[in-house]
């Protein structure tokens, strides 16, 4: 018994001469870098065929006078008579994201700078930037929630639930719901003074 | 640090260079993450992509069906496939009647982000 006291003696005076535990420690702080794929919008469009001379085309491949085309004309070799309609814009999670890397999404009525080399939608005072269709797919829509990147506090956010006809102003970063819903989206963006936008996002539903 | 553009733009290359085809099909199940495939495929639009390219961290393909192909189907899904036949993604979308007066294309983009 008295072995075991001795021995628990001896313990303790080893610890008191290691001293206490360190109460000091280095952190290492490690920042995470994300990268991501994201997939973006995509655009289905229908091409009409017309009176385009098509090999193999039961209606438009056919040698010599022929009214079978879908206009009930003489098919000529190339792209007479075709007509192109947009039929859908799909948007992962209803979510359309413009980066400024492309035109596609360009309404001719914009006038602000969008640049495709700087990546930067860039306005002076007055000026507009417009999107084509940026979402369509037999849905009905009445809520939107638009935030962008950049410099963008003087400009004033507009929708349209009507493909471009009309437009309603929104704010940015607040949801906000149309009393006139629609199947057609655009957004516009009006500035008053020296604006730049990195990147939009519109949430819908 | 830092995920640099020149990076980015690397796996960009390595992505753009093994996509290849696109694909149709007829299910309006929304698509999942852990889908696999198209999940009702038409065959006959299996097609080598119409055309494809890239910008800064960008790229865009395209897919065409034309007049010929699947007429009298109801199209509902699409997917781009690299090489091996790997789909990359799968975009489902209101139905669209496909007829011989018509040709169909697609246009998808993809961006790597790390800004």
Known sequence: ?205 | MVLLDVGMNKIRDLVYDDLSKGQSGTSGTAPGITDTVLLSPISSTLLALSSKSKTDKMITVAHSISSTTANGQLLQEFGVTFTDGTFFNRVVHAPISKNNTIEVDYITSFFLNNE
């Open chain 1, 1 to 205: 018994m008295s072995n075991f006291t001795n021995l628990g003696s001896n313990i303790q005076q080893t610890r008191d001469e290691f001293g206490s535990e360190a109460d000091e420690r280095k952190i290492v702080k490690i920042k995470r870098e994300i990268g991501t794929i994201e997939e973006l919008s995509t655009k289905i469009t229908e091409d009409m065929i017309g009176n385009s001379w098509i090999v193999g085309s039961p209606t438009n491949g056919i040698v010599g006078s022929n009214t079978s085309t879908p206009n009930g004309l003489q098919q000529v070799v190339g792209g007479s008579g075709r007509v192109i309609t947009l039929l859908r814009v799909v948007n992962p999670n209803n979510t359309f994201k413009e980066y400024f890397r492309d035109t596609t999404f360009k309404s001719a009525s914009t006038d602000a700078t969008w640049n495709v080399t700087t990546h930067l939608l860039t306005f002076g005072s007055g000026s507009v930037a417009q999107s084509e269709i940026i979402a369509t797919n037999s849905e009905v829509y009445s809520t939107v929630l638009l935030s962008m990147s950049g410099t963008t506090s003087s400009l004033t956010p507009k929708i349209s639930f009507n493909g471009g006809n009309t437009f309603e102003t929104i704010s940015a970063n607040v949801s906000y719901s149309t009393a006139t819903s629609g199947t057609v989206l655009a957004w516009r963006l009006e500035s008053s003074t020296v604006q730049e936008v990195t990147s939009l996002q519109i949430q819908y539903s």
